[in-house]
């Protein structure tokens, strides 16, 4: 595997480069030195505590005073996140589609979801799969939640899509088997465009299909490091917060 | 248009706002690591203020307790809740109640009708760092040590600041050309006596004591303080300023400031500030600097100063705000300090002043309070501010590299810090004693008497640009500033208004060792009519007496300095009462004038065992003259009387019975002649504690309520 392929060092190198774009971009889109005062008040009215911790009022005061230097703190330090928010919440989800989870492994099992519009239509609904792909178990229904469940098997890697056809109406869904790193789409919508944005990275479904979703459990994938299993993102959490201390340190910058 | 763009951009924030509140997915909701150091830290300082405060509280009734307990121990009744002692340095009683007669100081009236007035007597010599370790300690001089700024050695007969001494650490290692110290640092305070707010303390009474001189080094005792007088710069001095210019000028300070050439490169200007020496010399005496740059803009009449990661654009005639200096001095050592910055002139020369390098308050260098996170607190809470004893830079305006408008700017800068202290002291010191000294008082009406006097001689190049309503307007300010503590005020609150000594004008010079030379007591070496600084070029197996500092007359003792002549005993005594014969009553040729009062004889002046440290005689000037500044530096000159021509044109240094204090009450105090001294036992006495039996000041009998809820009087 190429380093390129390896999740670890992916999660390394976006931690470097976010890490650093977002610390500049605080640097340029928070008031620093309004961030700066807030923070030694804070810091001025713990160390108050400690000063004169035998004059219990001041004690009280100090504390009132050190939840609204937080709540100041919090107000500075959030506006520039309301800037940054936007493009880096759709940079996460797309990166979300690369490590968020892992293709499909031959040889295993895994379910496909679907959900109809109405029950009546779940008899009728048949899966046809792709090549290397095969049905190990008949179909569930689940009438009460109008949804039928198949559990495939994949034998060979590949890209594919699966076909399920439901009311005469046939529609595909996209099917990832293979050991590296590739973008997934978990789930198909009709609909639910503010879910689509963020979880499917498929079009929508057509409205006279009859089916209002299609969804494969891929596994969650985890990345080794340090003796533990890490979602990407708390990964990605703890070191882009080491490598954003460490730039803002070197730029003098105030977060 | 403008309101267009407002409307997008809260539409924006919104949306934004909107996808992270609504995002149902947990990975997006991260959005980088600045919003994870606000949570985090946020999170951090809410649970160390729980951790701190939870302690404070589950502790607090024991440590009640425990107070309730050494109060019942040491003290006995109360009289006062609070003291409050506002001290302003070198305020004079005459100009107080001539401006109180002229319904100047309202606040200061209204203290006098209903509480009291008196003038303080002062201590012997008065001088700031004397008068103020008397004033804490409650002893007389013998007994705490100080006698001037500067005390001599008697085997180099050079001078050393008499109230603290700095040293390197006390073991280093050396590796190839490096020295590395091992350790910090060595303060020692020379100050002796103990402080009065260690005995509140001791009774479990807490105490806030705000830039009182010579609390450098500071003590521990149960309270916080800050230092003040006597707290040195980065470089170990009590103020070295620098003058950065491109104009070619050789002639040197002579004291208190370094003149550093600017060098141009193109549009950009390059200087330096020196900084201390560099701690891994090995031979020392090898300076660090910081340099920085000047990017003028003569069409916009400002100027761009960049000193290292800061910059700030100055218009000419305004300071900058505080700024790290960092000198680097390799090896990962470093010193750092704060600075300001004043732009003098870009066009045709560009100057640029910068103040002494003062100790960061927020990352001292050196103990600057204790404990050492009150200075950090302060800083933090009101941002940077003058750490150095001197703050106000006295020597820039007699060099006038500071103009007049310069020099007061700085002062009442420093000013506002103060009264930022003062007032948070106040909040935080609900009970107990709450210290603090202003200096502006004292710097001001030092540099600014010229103009106050009608025919100063510092004054005769000012034409026109005479400020004769400097020092009304400092007395009305300070009056402010009284007027607005009354209002926090309280009736179980003392409040004291008072100042080390008063201020009288420095019209005419005397130099001591001139008469000392013209007269035979003090030897030349041959063919030499003057010396320079410090003795040089005294002939010292044939002196017999010498001066240096403000007051002080030494006798050449043998046995007692390096090359002493004079034998002690007998001959000492004699010598002492020839001079003060000698002196007392001296004539000014010029005016007709006696220029010197008294002189008076240290040892029976002074009383403890600190007394073999004083000088033998102190010179008690007339009000218009004093030590000049040859004679204070250890020069010998061929005048003994002369003008004095510099804006340090108002003094104190005189005889004390010229200069007493000031002392305002808003109780009544039934004593006629109080003094400096009894400050301590009189407090002490009102908080109920017992006296400790080395106090040579006595108590005053304070009487009745403090005045309830005192709010300030208006101006008529």
Redesign the interface.
């Known amino acids: 595997m190429s380093l390129l392929h390896s999740p670890l060092l992916l999660v390394f190198l976006l931690s470097i480069v976010i890490g650093f774009l977002m610390v500049i971009v605080f640097r340029y889109t928070s008031d620093q030195k309004a961030i700066r005062v807030a923070k030694d008040h804070l810091k001025a009215h713990l160390l108050a505590v400690r000063l004169f911790q035998d004059q219990i009022q001041v004690v009280l005061i100090s504390y009132w005073r050190i939840v609204r230097s937080t709540g100041t703190y919090l107000r500075l330090a959030f506006m520039p996140l309301l800037y940054v928010s936007v493009p880096l919440i759709f940079l996460m989800v797309q990166i979300d589609r690369y490590l968020g989870y892992t293709p499909l492994p031959t040889g295993q099992t895994f379910l496909v979801t679907a959900k109809l519009a109405n029950s009546e239509a779940l008899d009728q609904a048949v899966v046809k799969l792709p090549d290397g792909v095969t049905l190990t178990a008949p179909a569930v229904h689940v009438p009460a939640v109008r949804e039928i469940v198949w559990r495939l098997s994949a034998d060979a890697k590949g890209t594919g899509s699966l076909e399920v056809t439901a009311a005469g109406q046939s529609v595909t869904k996209s099917l990832e088997v293979s050991d590296g790193i590739k973008r997934i789409s978990t789930i198909r919508l009709y609909d639910r465009w503010w879910e689509r944005i963020f979880v499917s990275a498929e079009p929508e479904l057509p409205a006279s299909s009859g089916v209002q979703s299609i969804e494969v459990n891929y596994p969650e994938r985890t990345i080794s490091f340090a003796w533990m299993e890490w979602n990407w993102i708390w990964l990605f959490f703890v070191l882009s917060l080491i490598f954003g201390f460490l730039f803002k340190t070197i730029l003098g910058i105030e977060i | 248009m403008r309101r267009e763009r407002e409307t997008s951009r809260w539409l924006?924030?919104l949306?934004?706002?909107s996808?992270?509140l609504?995002?149902?997915?947990?990975?997006?909701a991260?959005?980088?690591?600045?919003?994870?150091?606000?949570?985090?830290?946020?999170l951090w300082?809410?649970f160390?203020?729980f951790l701190?405060?939870a302690?404070?509280?589950l502790?607090?009734p024991l440590?009640?307790l425990l107070?309730l307990f050494r109060r019942r121990q040491s003290s006995g009744k109360a009289q006062i809740k609070r003291a409050v002692i506002l001290g302003f340095d070198g305020m004079d009683p005459e100009l107080a109640q001539r401006f109180i007669a002229e319904g100047k100081l309202p606040n200061l009236a209204k203290l006098q009708q209903q509480g009291s007035f008196h003038k303080l007597r002062t201590t012997y010599p008065p001088i700031s760092p004397v008068a103020w370790s008397t004033f804490m300690t409650g002893v007389n001089p013998g007994k705490h040590n100080i006698y001037d700024f500067l005390a001599r050695d008697e085997k180099s007969y050079l001078p050393f600041l008499s109230s603290a001494e700095i040293k390197g650490p006390k073991r280093s290692l050396k590796i190839g050309k490096y020295t590395i110290p091992l350790g910090k640092a060595q303060v020692k305070g020379m100050r002796r006596g103990t402080p009065f707010w260690h005995w509140l303390g001791k009774a479990g009474i807490?105490s806030s004591v705000i830039r009182v001189p010579v609390t450098f080094p500071p003590e521990k005792f149960e309270g916080?303080l800050l230092s003040g007088m006597c707290v040195p710069d980065l470089k170990g001095s009590q103020g070295t300023f620098c003058f950065c210019t491109t104009r070619k000028e050789v002639e040197k300070f002579r004291e208190g400031g370094v003149r550093v050439p600017i060098e141009r490169d193109g549009k950009t200007y390059r200087s330096y500030i020196p900084g201390p020496d560099d701690p891994l010399a090995e031979s020392g005496g090898r300076e660090l600097r910081s340099e920085f740059e000047i990017r003028p803009d003569p069409a916009k009449h400002q100027a761009e100063v960049i000193l290292d990661?800061e910059r700030c654009t100055l218009k000419v005639g305004e300071y900058s705000d505080w700024m790290s200096v960092k000198f680097k001095a390799g090896l990962g050592f470093s010193a750092r300090g704060i600075c300001k910055f004043y732009l003098k002139e870009i066009t045709p020369e560009v100057e640029v002043y910068v103040t002494p390098v003062n100790i960061d308050p927020g990352k001292p260098d050196l103990p600057i309070a204790h404990?050492v996170?009150?200075s950090?607190?302060?800083?933090?809470?009101f941002?940077p501010y003058a750490t150095l004893g001197l703050a106000e830079d006295t020597w820039a305006l007699n060099e006038k590299v500071l103009d007049d408008d310069a020099f007061l700017a700085q002062c009442y800068s420093n000013h506002h810090d103060r009264e930022q202290m003062l007032f948070d002291a106040l909040?935080?010191?609900?009970s107990g004693l709450c210290a603090c000294v202003f200096d502006t008082t004292d710097r001001v009406q030092h540099m600014f008497w010229r103009y106050f006097e009608e025919g100063h001689p510092a004054a005769r190049e000012a034409n026109g640009n005479k400020r004769p309503e400097v020092i009304p307007d400092l007395y009305r300010k300070m009056d402010d500033l009284i007027g607005k503590v009354m209002k926090q005020v309280d009736s179980d609150t003392l409040l004291l208004v008072v100042s080390d000594h008063g201020f009288k004008s420095f019209a005419r010079c005397v130099n001591i060792n001139a008469w000392l030379h013209q007269n035979g007591y003090l030897a030349l070496k041959t063919g030499r009519t003057e010396s320079g600084d410090w003795f040089e070029d005294v002939d010292w197996s044939r002196t017999r007496a010498y001066t240096m500092g403000l007051n002080g007359i030494y006798l050449n003792v043998k046995g007692r300095e390096r090359e002493g002549v004079v034998q002690s005993g007998t001959e000492v005594e004699s010598l002492k009462e020839e001079l003060r014969s000698k002196l007392d009553g001296l004539q000014d040729p010029e005016s007709g004038k006696v220029g010197i009062t008294n002189v008076f004889d240290c040892d029976a002046t002074y009383a403890g065992p600190y007394v073999e440290n004083a000088p033998d005689l102190l010179v008690g000037y007339t009000a218009g003259y004093r030590a000049s500044w040859d004679s204070v530096m250890g020069k010998v000159t061929t005048q003994i009387f002369e003008d004095n021509l510099r804006a340090w044109s108002g003094d104190h240094c005189i005889d004390p019975r010229e200069v007493p204090g000031v002392l305002f009450s808003n109780r009544k105090i039934a004593d006629e002649n109080p003094a400096i001294v009894d400050i301590a036992p009189t407090i002490l006495k009102l908080f109920g504690v017992a006296l400790p039996g080395n106090f040579d000041g006595k108590p005053w009998t304070v009487t009745g309520e403090s005045l309830p809820k005192m709010g300030p009087a208006a101006f008529p």
């Open positions: 924006c924030v949306l934004a706002l996808l992270v609504l995002s149902p997915v947990q990975s997006h991260y959005a980088g690591p600045g919003a994870g150091f606000a949570v985090l830290s946020s300082t809410l160390v203020a701190y405060s302690y404070a509280f502790t607090w440590r009640h107070r807490f916080v990661t404990p996170t009150y950090i607190y302060l800083a933090k809470l941002g909040e935080k010191t609900k």
